[in-house]
């Protein structure tokens, strides 16, 4: 049977045979793979905020996280409420959609990106009408190693 982590990876290692040769920043609407738990407003924001920014969205709601976490491979130190597949990458958390895209298009030599736990002033924590920023954004290997990305 094959493991989530492998039909993950398929799916994502897929998508990138349909756009090898392109710039992924030509492609007009990066598939993202949301994976969250059913209950978690603050993951549904983030997702309108990656929907709104143009990103095609699918959301899987998974009982078990943290199992999910170590199939994928995301290190302990930069876990939060949910996982993103997008490009080849893992996207931990309150990433905003911005960051993302800036990955796509330098092909950055990381596991990914992850604002570790649950910030407020990152997209899908903020209050409605308060400026979003003052957090970081790591870039991460699967040693668990990070580097801050940016800023905000």
Known sequence: MLSRRSFAMGVVSFFLLGVRGKRLAA???????????????????????????????????????DQLKDELGVPPQVRSCHTALVGGYLI???????????????RTKVAGLAVPGMPSGTPGMAEPGSKVGDFEVLAFQSSGSTQVFTRH
């Open 92 to 106: 931990e958390g309150h990433v905003p959609a911005a960051d993302i895209r800036r990955l796509l298009a330098a």
């Open 27 to 65: 492609v007009p609407s990066p598939r993202i793979v949301v994976y969250k738990s059913e209950s978690c407003g603050c993951c549904a924001k983030w997702i309108d905020h990656i929907r709104d920014a143009g990103f095609e969205v699918v959301v899987h709601d998974e009982e078990s996280m």
